[in-house]
Structure formats: C-alpha cells, structure tokens
C-alpha cells in the first residue's frame, strides 16, 4: 500500500478542487514502452559528458537511486541526475494543449513526484508554460526539489507526492506545452528525479449538425514501393468531442470500401502492395446528429518495382582545419532534389551544392528524391582537424654574432593514418631543419609545417647574438707624463690596457703617469666572452717638458679653449724661436720657425682645422722647450 501525500504550494501550486475541473482531463502515466511517450518530446540537453536525460523505468534499486517503484501502473519517468555534471539539465516537453476553448475556467497541470531522504542536494524540477516547446519566453509555474528534507516547497517525508501547477488566464490559444525540466544539482552525490501520473485540462466541444471533413493531401503522390509509404494528412476537419473519422480506398474512385489501417486520426501512413493506383477519401462523422462529411478524393500510385535512387557525394569525405573561415563544397548527385541532416555548420539545408563549416567533426546525410518519389542516402563526413603539434627547439640559443645554430622541427605523432608533413622555413629551407645565424643582438625563425590535409601550424624561435666588440681609444695629455685613457669601442664587457712598461689597467678609463720619457707601444684589448676579444695597438710619446724655460719666457695664451686660432705670447727672449702644436699621442701637427725682435711678441697657430681635444703648444728656444696645454672646441 502506498503512502501518498498531496500538499499545496504558493508560487503557482494549488489544491485541485471540483470547482476547477475541466471538460476534459487528459494524462500520461508512462505506461507504453515508448519514450518519449508519443506527442512528447525531450527539448535541450546539457551537462557533458554523463549528461542527465529523460527515460522510462519500471523501477529503481536502492544504491544507485533512491530506491522506488511507480506510483500507478507498470512505468514512470526518471531524469538520470544521479552521477550528471552538476548543472545538466533536460526538458520534458508535453504533447499540444488546446484551450481556446476554456473561456474563463481555470485550468491546471499536476503531476506525483517522488521525493527520497537520501541524497542531500538540490536536483529540482520546474514547470513551465508557453506557447512552444522552448524555456524561450516561457511562464515559471513552479518548482521542486527531489531530497524532501529540504524546507522548500514543504518539509516532508520519504514517498510519492501531488504538486498541482495553475496555468496562467492569458494562455487562451490552439497551441500550447508545458514544459518539465530537471536540472542535476549534486553531480556525482545527488539522486536521480522520478515523476509519473502527469494530468493536464483539456476543452475540447461537442460536434453539433453535419461537420466540416475537412482536406486531404499526402506527402508525395508517388510511392516508391522499396522504400516506404506515403503520409495522408487530413487538415482543418471539425476536431471536438463525438467526431469519428474513418478512411476508404478504392481502384477505380467509384467503389470504395472502408480501409482497415487507421481510423479517428488526422495523419497516417497509406502504402499498397500492388503497382497501381489508389483512391482515398476521408468520412467525418458526428455521434450525436448522426450527419456525416467527404473529404476531397486523392489518387496515389504505388510502384512496387522502383528502386530509390543512389546517392553519390563529391568529396565522399572532407576535412577542415581548425579555424577555417572558409567550409568545405559538399555536392551530391543521383536524384532530382535533396536534404541535408543535421543543418549546423550548413550554407543551406537543401539543394545539390553546399558548403560545410562545422565548428567540430560532423557526420551530414543527405537524401535524395528521384523523379519516382524514391528516396536514397548517403553520409559523409566533415572531420575538423588540427594543425600538426610541433616543437621547434635549437641546438644553441645564445651565440657569438654571425655564427650559426641549428634549429629543428619535430612532429609529435597523431593517431589515425600516416600523415606526410611539408616544412616551410623563413631561411627558405623545406626540410624539419635549417641552420640560422644571429644576426644582431637577436633574430628570430620561423617554421610552417602543414600536414597531409594542408593544415597548418607556425612556431618561432628566438637565437641571440654577442655581439663582437670593437676596440676604439681616446688619450688626453693631463700634462707632463700625466695620461688619461678612455675606451670608446662598443660591446665590451671588460677592457685591458698594457703600457709597455710593466703596468697594466683594468678600467674602462684610467689615468697613467709614465716615470720616464719615451714612446710607449700601448695595447688595448676590448672582451665580449664567449666571442673573440678585439685587440689594437697605438705609439704614444710621452715628454716631461721642463718648466723653467716656460717661466723664463713668461709665456701666455689665449683663447683657450680655442676655435679657429689661439695668440701664444712670450716675453723676455730675444732670440729663434719653434713653435710646435703636438696632439695626444705625441704627433706633431704644426710648426713654425719665429724669431723674436723685441721681447714682447707673439705668435697666431691656427686650429680651425684641427679636430677638437686637448693638445700642447710647444716653445723650443736656447733654454729649452716650454709647454702650454691647450683645448680644441669648435
């Protein structure tokens, strides 16, 4: 004996009263072994993989499930949750509802469901109303959960219960669903959904006088025997309560007999054994005037010898790469019109030429219709496939500047059939290696390996170069045997002076005093490890001027720094005079013989030509040789 429990709901749910009954009530209680049972239909599906659907028990174990049997009868509904990604959900769509007729009435959808102390999670129900089987726009009645420890709608034991659903007043059309849908909340730790004895209100009305029979038509006028029969529709008959309808055949439209394969239905399917024609009409009839009414006649053939056509689709197979903006052209041949199922990825969903663009690997049929009515098919199959998985490695990424380094391709092997790989390489190579230089401080290669289906994958590899140094100097006279020296080169990670006297420096700008004259062969060596140093060699002159024949000769200069000429005065000496112009390194670059008349004079050097640094005047007279230091600035 079964407990049942019924409770009342807000937000949508009531109690069904007599005062709410309709004319009609109409139900589902999962008996037959079809499902979805016929006029349902499952609408939407989601979850991944394991996702949760609608399907038919007779009964559910302990375990598994929440252990149960059907409310009434042999069948119930069950919603797989148990196990689901959490967040699968499926709708149960219901066959159509016709209330143009209910007038002011209310009306109302009710169903038992199952609710168990098992699994503590939210897997739910939630009913829906609309005008179509879509959540689309829909009208929430209602909601409820499966564990019946939860507080919402109602707190309640282990069993079956009744939760009726009001339907709004505004749906008033021919065509209307309610919609089930069951959302998996606990994945792995929830329970699964069971529901049976779902009711709905109908209104339907009597037939009165004679009834309107209505049209007849089928679906193709030419029956290809081999393959199947023709579908007959009987549209826009009188459709209430007490209307029969019966169908007759005949082979001559004059004498008809009533034919056995269907009655009461507005759509069947009509097919003959023999190759010739058939004659159809339908009889409507009212129970309660007892008046009738013919259909039109309709004439289909029946041809028992034909074959359906074969199908042929060029390429019979396809492949696309990944990211392609273009689809592949699909074109078939063998019949007079075509379909094609399913239509995603699609240009058009018929005719004898398409393009195919699937985001993921597709099976397409397509069928075919011959000038017989016949139908064939053929599948084939649009395969998404990726661009090969390369590594591109190198065997050094840090060289000297200008060498070179080998850089190789490797393809990692994917299953399926062998596949033959084309290299493309910025050097212009088209093996899976090359050799590159670094050119600069870095360089970057590129490779572009496509497969046997022209997909394509590029990778990049960056060599950098150390960069070769390059030696350069700069020496300024700081007086006497007093030096600076500076290195000017570039890519130098350290330098090495050696001045050809025992002593060395490390600095990148020393400054030396010699301890005697002399010309001195100074090394400079500029290092870039690992690359190869860079190394140079110069003279320098180095002269310990003394400074007692400059102060006997009261020597002076100006400007200094100077430009285009500086005026060299020296006083006190009647005698021949030289006077020299030596730059850092001790060259001599001007000179000039004067002889003083009065012990008051001077001479004009000009030094626009001269390029700017630091340099000695020099004065050579019988009591020696003075110096001056001074500076080229332009």
Known sequence: MKKILTYAMSMGLAFLGSDLMAQTVTGQGFEGTAFPPAGWQTVGFGGGPGAPTWSRRTTATAGTTPACTPFGGAGMARFSSRGATAGGTQTLGSPVIDLSKRGSANSYISLYMFRDTVYNTDDSVTVWFNTSRSLTGAKRLGGITRYAKKTYPDSVAHGWYKYSFAIPSSFTGTTNYFLIQATARGGANGGNIFIDSVTWDAYPTFCEGKPDAGTLSASTYYVCGAVGPSTITLAG????????????????????TTNAWTTNVNTANFSAAIGKYRYIRAIVSCASSGQAD?????????????????????????????????GVKLVASGALTYSWTPTTGLSSNTGDTIYALPTASTFYT???????????????????????????????????????????????????????????????????????KANGASSSYQVSVKNTAGCE??????????????????????????????????????????????????????????????????????????????????DLKVTNVGTRAQSLMNLSMMPNPASDQVLVKFNGVEANLEVMLVDALGREVYRQAYSSVNGNQGVVIPTNTLTEGLYQVRIKSKEGISSLGLQVAH
């Open 237 to 256: 008959n009188t459709a209430s309560t007490g209307i029969s309808i019966k169908y007759e055949t005949s082979t001559d439209s004059a004498t008809f």
């Open 294 to 326: 013919t259909s039109n006649c309709i004439r289909i053939w029946i041809d028992n010898t034909a074959t359906p056509p074969t199908i042929t689709v060029t390429p019979a197979n396809a492949t696309l790469c990944a990211g392609a903006t273009t």
């Open 366 to 436: 397509v069928a075919g219709i011959d000038d017989k009515g016949c139908t064939g098919q053929r599948n084939v199959a649009v395969q998404i496939q990726n661009g090969p998985n390369v590594t591109l490695t190198a065997s050094d990424t840090m060289v000297c500047e200008g060498d070179s380094v080998q850089l190789t391709a490797t393809v990692a092997p994917v299953g399926g059939p062998p596949q033959t790989y084309t290299y493309a390489w910025s050097t212009g190579s088209t093996t899976s290696t090359t050799f590159a």
């Open 457 to 538: 994958t590029i990778k990049t590899k960056t060599i950098y170069g150390v960069l070769k140094p390059s030696a350069a100097y700069k020496v300024t006279s700081l007086g006497g045997r007093k030096f600076q020296f500076e290195f000017t080169g570039s890519n130098a990670a350290d330098v090495y002076w050696n001045y050809s006297d025992g002593n060395e420096s490390f600095q990148p700008k020393p400054t030396y005093t010699f301890s005697a004259d002399g010309t001195f062969k100074i090394m400079l060596i500029a290092n870039n490890p690992p690359c190869l140093s860079d190394t140079m060699y110069f």
